[in-house]
């Protein structure tokens, strides 16, 4: 894949981030208020210094107007942006564009994304008037096609997997119980976790991530101006996108076991941002964990695992917090919320606080130092054989 | 070479309700044997579109058919026409006429007359092919004779200008106006007058109908080699059967005790049986009772026998298999909610919404047709069809490719318990198809627990669900080998 990138040249100067969670109290325009005003804050800044705005909500709102009208902007741009459930990164990612191309010195990505208001059990869907012939699996069951075959295919009993499964669950419900702006904040046995009534498939309520309401922002400037305006910036590594051909759903070829889009974004994104051992060199990951299988696919999609190993890692404690490359501290999709237009910008509020320090102590990760100072954060969009795929790396030094 | 019935086919749907199942819900009723139950994804335009793909398998084929009519006393839609449905779903000619006779039982015997008449009809060599397809879905109220002996069932005749296995040689009819059973439109159920008031009006118009048509034939009763004799009024079926005169064991066996009275298409399903065991020169008589009786006698031709061996060899179920191959663990209370008697929570999630009329239009071939693409240039085949080729990029190189016939593999699958449903869960399916081709659908006609990846599938025709007022049909895969049209080895490589 042909691109160039935009290592190093810009830098967050500043985030914020609600807490995730049933919200009755609080609307899109309060968690866009809440999440702007408080990454405005940590840059020192007011929202009025911003010179141009990236919006990402998939249904709370259309058009700027649903961030302008909230924060009473003066006349500024502000685009929205939608991509499924890697809009929050895609809001981030076109951010950076636009001030790395220099059109603007500051600007702001905020996602948002209101789902509880609607009354009903997971996600709703947005699409165009339809023939009717689309089957309308929920998104647990398009996901659900992952479990058996990686199960089949490396020779995994189906209890193990399960077990697998269910520990990936456990390791994100452990790291979002120490974390006050987790949907739940409460670990859960293994035993509860494996027993929770089905989903779809494989899939039990506790292989799904929380349906969610938040939203969260980060503020964006070269890297020359960063130091005005902060004294620890993260530099943005690698920007790294693509939407596949669709092809898992008409194509014998695929297996089920593996995005083809996160492995052609991460090799795109390593590139970019010179990487060659990501298990080795990353501190941390904050990957898509939307249902389990995915965590457990996308270990070996990103070059955690080996093929047919991550299952082995995960049960070996691999990516716990403590683990030798802590994926998901916060929480994840599964414990932190998946509020779909925030999601992407949450993982990179978990990179902000932990690859600076600022996590508090009870759950700061131990992998940070000379030589590992950068986070991954993986968003995907869709289903598998079927979505779209950011992969963004940053980090606390230059070069 | 003449005119008349050219090829048949019969759909009896794979669920049974054992009648003692009633009982032991409602604590009376009920009663031995099963009866035949459309699933909750099944109406009378699906029902017939299986049938029909039956009668399509063998002989003159969907390119021959120049007028299609379907009958049926429950139609899935009042104004507009659902034999366009049955004739897209079969992928007949855009040159082939579709109407509908619907409303009472007895336009179904009107509809293969018709048809009949149509093939026969002017100077030798002029008539039009025709379809004549008739289908029936029976309720009742729960706990009523009604709902327990009746039963749901299609069948559909091509009847041809030559090449036919049976020819017409005679006809008679007898009509008069009383009131037996009835509905006013929008009601679920039938009504029905004492039944002794019936038997006394139908035994006479049965004789006078059935002589009638054996006089119009030349021949007498003891001609008759097989005699189908179908009514919604047993008790009135039972005294003209025994009254009519003719052989010991001519009388078809009436097949109400496995799959129930499939009213309007009884007759139909009948003389199909008929048709599958005859031998050629034999004698068939119909007799329909419904408001006045019906009566026609065919002739089976030399062609019959061949017709019925290429049938056993393209794996076209008979009557007789369907019968055999019915489920019968249906649970009343599944039965009750499929008919709407019984409304059940759903899941918490969105109504679907109905579809677009112009969305669905642009996808006429693929939504009923189940027509594919196959690029020219790679031979990669895409469903739904596409413009562009997933494997070699060629833009507008595709052929069209119909697949509603080409069994397939599961390659995945998945138990669906969010997703809507009239009777969840939805099971989903990845299919891979033989000769390529993937799709993901829903899979019907099977249980949750029972459904391996490995397994064989075949594609039915079934209504999706039904949002604000109106029917979404599109292809669903079932077990293969089970009832429904192929799914057989031997249809592997049609459609390529």
Redesign the interface.
């Known amino acids: 894949m042909a691109s160039s990138g935009i290592r190093d040249q810009v830098a967050i100067i500043g985030m914020g981030c609600t807490r995730f969670g049933e919200l009755w109290d609080k609307g899109a325009d309060d968690l866009l208020t809440d999440a702007a005003v408080e990454a405005a804050e940590s840059a020192g800044m007011s929202i009025h210094d911003i010179d141009a705005f990236w919006l990402g909500t998939m249904l709370s709102g259309v058009c700027g107007v649903s961030l302008s009208r909230p924060l009473k902007l003066d006349y500024k741009p502000v685009t929205r942006v939608e991509n499924y459930c890697a809009t929050g990164s895609e809001a981030f990612r076109n951010a950076c564009y636009a001030v790395a191309s220099g059109a603007y010195d500051i600007a702001m990505a905020i996602g948002v994304e209101k789902l509880k208001d609607?009354?009903?059990?997971?996600l709703?869907g947005i699409r165009a008037?339809?023939?009717?012939?689309d089957?309308?699996?929920?998104s647990?069951?398009a996901f659900?096609?992952l479990a058996?075959?990686y199960a089949?295919k490396y020779g995994v009993d189906r209890d193990q997997l399960k077990e697998v499964m269910s520990r990936i669950a456990f390791k994100n419900h452990q790291n979002g119980a120490r974390n006050p702006r987790a949907q739940f904040q409460k670990e859960v046995s293994m035993e509860t976790i494996t027993k929770a009534?089905?989903?779809?498939?494989d899939l039990g309520v506790f292989d799904c991530s929380g349906v969610s309401d938040g939203a969260a922002a980060a503020i964006i400037c070269r890297t020359g101006d960063a130091h005005r305006y902060c004294e620890n910036p993260l530099y943005v590594k690698a920007l790294s996108f693509v939407a596949g051909?669709a092809?898992g759903?008409?194509?014998?070829g695929?297996d089920?076991t593996t995005f083809e889009e996160v492995v052609r974004s991460a090799a795109d994104a390593y590139e970019q941002a010179g990487i060659t051992e990501p298990r080795a060199q990353l501190a941390m990951a904050e990957v898509h964990d939307c249902f389990t299988p995915t965590e457990l696919v996308l270990m070996e999609d990103l070059g955690f695992a080996e093929r047919g190993t991550a299952w082995k890692e995960v049960l070996e404690g691999t990516f716990d917090r403590d683990g030798d490359l802590p994926v998901n501290p916060d929480g994840g999709l599964k414990s932190f919320g998946h509020p779909i237009g925030a999601s992407g910008l949450r993982m990179l509020f978990e990179c902000w606080l932990q690859l600076r320090g600022e996590a508090p102590p009870e759950r700061q990760i131990n992998t940070v130092g000379p030589g590992r100072t950068l986070g991954l954060t993986h968003n995907l969009g869709g289903a598998p054989g079927e979505g779209v795929s950011f992969v963004g790396i940053v980090g606390t030094e230059l070069g | 070479m003449s005119a008349g019935i050219a090829a048949w086919g019969t759909y009896l749907p794979y669920w049974r309700l054992q009648r003692s199942a009633i009982a032991g819900v409602l604590g009376s009723g009920g009663g031995k044997g099963t009866r035949a139950v459309a699933s909750h994804d099944e109406d009378t335009t699906t029902l017939g579109v299986e049938a029909g793909r039956r009668a399509l398998a063998v002989g003159p084929g969907a390119g021959a058919v120049q007028d299609l009519i379907l009958s049926t006393p429950d139609p899935a839609y009042l104004d507009k026409t659902s034999a366009t449905t049955v004739h897209a779903a079969l992928g007949l000619g855009r040159a082939c006429g579709a109407y509908d006779f619907a409303g009472s039982s007895r336009s179904a015997v009107a509809s293969l007359l018709q048809a009949l008449a149509g093939a026969g009809g002017g100077a030798a060599g002029s008539g039009r092919t025709t379809m004549a397809v008739v289908s029936d879905l029976r309720t009742g109220l729960a706990g009523s004779p009604e709902e327990r002996d009746s039963g749901d069932g299609a069948a559909a005749f091509v009847c041809a200008p030559e090449g036919a296995v049976a020819e017409l040689v005679g006809r008679g009819a007898a009509s008069d106006e009383f009131l037996d059973r009835w509905r006013v439109p929008g009601e679920a159920d039938s009504h029905v007058w004492e039944e002794r008031f019936g038997e006394e009006l139908y035994v006479p118009l049965a004789r006078e109908a059935f002589a009638a048509a054996l006089k119009d034939a030349g021949l007498a009763e003891g001609d008759i080699d097989h005699a189908v004799v179908t009514g919604l009024h047993v008790r009135a079926v039972k005294a003209a059967s025994s009254g009519l005169g003719v052989r010991a064991g001519v009388l078809a066996p009436d097949l109400t005790a496995a799959v129930g009275n499939l009213g309007a298409a009884h007759a139909a399903v009948g003389l199909c049986d008929v048709l599958e065991r005859a031998e050629p020169g034999q004698v068939i008589a119909v007799l329909s009772l419904a408001d006045g009786a019906d009566a026609f006698v065919l002739r089976a031709t030399e062609a019959l026998a061949g017709a019925q061996l290429a049938r056993a060899a393209a794996g076209v179920l008979s009557v007789a298999e369907q019968v055999a191959a019915g489920r019968d663990d249906l649970s009343y209370a599944t039965f009750l909610t499929w008919r709407g008697q019984m409304r059940r929570e759903p899941p918490r999630r969105p109504d679907p919404e109905r579809p677009g009329a112009p969305t669905v239009h642009r996808s006429e071939r693929w939504k009923y047709g189940f027509v594919a693409s196959r690029c020219q240039v790679c031979g990669f085949r895409h469903m739904p069809p596409t413009r562009a080729c997933l494997n070699c990029h060629a833009i507008d190189q595709m052929q069209p490719e119909r697949l509603a016939d080409v069994p397939g593999t599961v390659a995945t699958f998945t138990i669906d318990h969010l997703a809507f449903s009239l009777s969840p869960p939805v099971v989903g399916v990845i299919v891979d198809f033989d000769g390529g081709g993937r799709y993901r659908c829903e899979m019907t006609d099977v249980r949750a627990s029972e459904i391996s990846i490995g397994d064989r599938v075949a594609m039915t025709f079934r209504r999706v669900w039904t949002a604000q007022g109106v029917h979404n049909y599109f292809w669903k895969a079932r077990p293969a080998g089970g009832p429904g049209p192929d799914g057989r080895a031997g249809d592997a490589e049609r459609g390529d």
């Open positions: 609607t009354g009903y059990s997971g709703t008037v339809g023939d009717g012939t089957p309308g699996l929920s647990p069951a659900s096609f058996p075959s089949n009534p089905l989903v779809a498939g051909p092809a759903p008409i194509d014998p695929y089920y």
